[in-house]
């Protein structure tokens, strides 16, 4: 009996399928329809979900790798469906996610000749990816399919794109079904130990320390580290500051926590970096949103770095010691040798901060986002998933609702790319069939992905999409009105849809919210629909203002907590 | 009329601008050049010489790039490119500790009476004839980018019809690897 051969999107998909990927999101195309094929004719465990654009596939995968840890595949096809996933792979290389993403190709006999939707994706996604591929052997695929899972999610994970020609997913495939990997310049196994010389110079460090802090961020998220990062904590009576991309690696409602540090973080996580005789790095790439000015960073503390990629140390910031490799296993030296400091008059200094500027917000003069995100905060108990685009409300939420668990915050940190939030809800969803989860987005970025309601629709998602609509993009008006006399330019969102009935035609129910009296049923009543996705339209007052604010490039003590009097000098910084 | 720019314009060398020489050891795979080009580009580093070839093991090519800039910058990219997946290392290597050589090869516009006097720089700096007409002659000099950069000068009393250099490569002294 003679069985006819596998072809090479055939290898590709049941490889897919054995490295233990459960959803692909895509969408089809010419040089893409013998992977789509694939799909078909391969018995797999996998789930194929149809997105309404490629950028939406890339950000479900996204939220998907946020909630789990593990990477999803996305399947486009190429040209204009390749090019749209560049965004997406920007975002999650920027935040450090694991994705795989597929593009169909044009056949190799054309490329460079500009034919139909032909595009260099290898070379236009190089800087966003951890890696590319573009295959030339169809024998190659479940090798080069094992590579890209192994370099996605190992060491500091990242996307990684594999570019495949028609001819070559088409052709029959004769080759290993599990050969050897070949990576000679890649060894992710390094992380896991670390210099012991460097340890012993922390610990001692450390054990010096009156007025410590550990920052936090994704690093300490990707690692698992959040039990060690406890114990530590908890050991040493430390408390612990989060970047925003760090929140819920340690309990934002821990007596120890300080909330998020940063341009709009907490005040007394800004003042404790400020005042602060050691400073213990957890996986945050000291970003430019959290040191303000460079040099005056942590210049009374000592620095110790916990990273896993070598080339974090000394990029923003010169540590006085660095220890290179996995969060976890740092965390896990630190703890056999931690001891108890003295730390009392340091966190009742802090707790003094906290009670003199306490995150807070204005409960009169029309609905705040603060309180519709509030009280989704308050009647879930903190128990969802949260997902949030970028703006103002994205940093409402970052302050109001608190995450005690990791992997409960899907936010887009280092690229800042509005679009982010509802998509990667949907990802999340998928991932989390049986958690609440909550999409807050501006009227701004849910017009950017608003698309992707149908896939929500279809798949029924019970996903609470939240529009924090104040007609605005918000962010940008603050600065200007902060720091450009209030010269409104190209922010006013005029033309804004009827959301309710964009919703409707969807099929999707939703409820509006007007007045802050009414936001307690409402967020009830959204919360406890349970059939498909909801949509949940805040009509909010257009000019509220984020506090407290550190103006970029400014240093951290030159944060302000309340709108200022006199007008601001134009920030100096970055973004 | 156009005026040419050759390799022979003579360009100012920007005061504290360190020259440094990368030694990559990389994958033998289409698009390695590129990925290390992005990461010298994105930092607004420019290449001032590039020699790329296959290495004795073919899978693995080498490629000496000679950059100028700040040696602060340059701690990043030299980790920055470590980092891509295609690189097996990327070391820097002082000029103490290593030797570099670059290869010129130099057309010189040529009378038979000039003849004499460019065979006798030629002989001066070890190099050879290798094209010869009535009215030109190539020269091809190797050694260190000094010894090629004062042959250029020398050979300049003549027309300098074109230069090309090879750019430098580099190899670690002793047995350490490059």
């Known amino acids: 009996m003679s069985t006819t051969p596998l072809d090479g999107a055939q290898a590709l998909i049941k490889t897919l399928d054995d490295l233990g990927i459960e959803y692909i999101f895509g969408y089809s195309g010419g040089a893409a329809i013998p992977i789509f094929d694939a799909l078909e004719t391969v018995e797999t465990k996998m789930r194929f979900v149809l997105v309404r654009h490629e950028q939406g596939a890339v950000h479900m995968a996204d939220g998907y790798a946020r909630a789990t840890g593990k990477p999803a595949a996305v399947l486009v096809t190429s040209g204009p469906g390749a090019g749209n996933t560049v965004t997406g792979l920007m975002t999650a290389q920027m935040d450090s996610v694991p994705m795989i993403v597929l593009c169909g190709q044009q056949v190799t006999w054309m490329l460079g000749k500009d034919a139909f939707q032909e595009a260099d994706i290898f070379g236009i996604t190089m800087p966003v990816v951890k890696h590319n591929y573009l295959v030339k052997e169809t024998n190659d695929l479940p090798k080069i399919a094992r590579e890209a899972y192994h370099i996605a999610t190992t060491g500091r994970p990242g996307p990684v794109l594999i570019d495949i020609p028609k001819d070559i997913s088409s052709a029959e495939f004769h080759g290993d079904m599990n050969p050897p990997l070949d990576l000679p310049g890649y060894h992710p196994d390094e992380a896991f130990s670390i210099d012991p010389a460097a340890i012993e110079e922390a610990v001692r460090m450390i054990s010096h320390a009156r007025q410590p802090v550990i920052l936090a961020g994704q690093g300490a998220m990707i690692a698992r580290a959040g039990e060690e990062l406890l114990e530590l904590a908890e050991t040493l009576r430390c408390p612990v500051t989060t970047t925003l991309l760090g929140k819920g690696v340690f309990p934002e409602t821990h007596e120890l926590s300080l909330g998020m540090l940063g341009m709009h973080g907490t005040a007394y996580a800004n003042k404790a970096m400020v005042e602060a005789d050691l400073i213990l790095n957890v996986g945050s790439r000291f970003d430019d949103r959290i040191i303000g000015k460079p040099h005056m960073f942590g210049r009374n503390a000592n620095i110790i770095h916990i990273d896993i990629d070598p080339a974090e140390m000394n990029k923003m910031i010169r540590p006085h010691v660095q220890l290179i490799g996995d969060a976890k296993s740092a965390l896990t030296e630190l703890n056999v040798r931690a001891g108890r400091l003295e730390t009392e008059a340091w966190i009742e200094k802090l707790n003094s901060y906290k009670k003199k500027h306490p995150l807070t917000f204005r409960k009169q003069g029309g609905l705040r986002m603060q309180q519709v995100i509030q009280e989704f905060y308050l009647q879930t108990k903190g128990k969802a998933i949260v997902s949030t685009d970028v703006g103002q409300h994205q940093m409402w939420a970052a302050q109001f609702f608190l995450n005690d668990r990791p992997h409960e915050w899907l936010s887009s940190g280092g690229a800042g790319t509005m679009g982010f939030g509802f998509p990667a809800a949907i990802g999340a969803q998928f991932a989390c069939p049986d958690k609440t989860v909550i999409a807050f987005c501006g009227d701004g970025g849910f017009q950017m992905t608003l698309f992707e309601l149908a896939t929500a629709a279809i798949h029924k998602l019970p996903l609470k999409i939240v529009v924090l609509n104040n007609h605005y993009l918000g962010m940008v008006r603050q600065w200007q009105e902060l720091f450009f006399d209030n010269r409104e330019s190209g922010v006013d969102l005029i033309g804004n849809p009827d959301f309710g009935k964009l919703a409707a035609a969807y099929g999707i129910p939703s409820v509006g919210i007007k007045r802050p009296a009414d936001v307690s049923r409402m967020v009830a009543k959204a919360l406890d629909y349970n059939d498909g996705p909801i949509l949940i339209h805040a009509e909010c007052v257009k000019t509220d203002n984020v506090f407290p604010m550190i103006p970029a490039g400014a240093a951290l003590e030159d944060m302000i907590t309340e709108p200022p009097k006199t007008k601001m000098a134009k920030p100096t910084g970055s973004t | ?178």
């Open chain 2, 1 to 178: 009329m156009s005026s040419v720019i050759t390799t022979d314009t003579p360009v100012e060398e920007p005061a504290n601008q360190a020259v440094h020489t990368l030694s990559v050891f990389v994958n033998n795979k289409a698009g390695v050049l590129m990925r290390i080009c992005q990461v010298f580009a994105r930092r607004g580093f420019n290449i001032d010489s590039l020699v790329v070839s296959q290495g004795r093991d073919a899978r693995f090519s080498r490629m000496t790039i000679g950059i100028s800039g700040n040696p602060g910058g340059l701690e990043q990219i030299i980790k920055q490119v470590h980092k891509l997946i295609d690189v097996i290392h990327c070391f820097e290597h002082t000029s103490e500790e290593s030797v570099t050589r670059e290869l010129l090869l130099i057309k010189l516009k040529c009378s038979p009476e000039e003849r004499s006097q460019a065979l006798q720089i030629t002989e001066h700096f070890g190099g050879k004839t290798v094209d010869l007409t009535p009215t030109s002659m190539i020269v091809t000099i190797h050694g260190g980018s000094r010894k090629v950069d004062s042959a250029i000068g020398m050979f300049s009393q003549f027309q300098i019809i074109e230069t090309v250099r090879t750019g430098k490569v580099v190899m670690a002294r002793g047995e350490q690897a490059t």
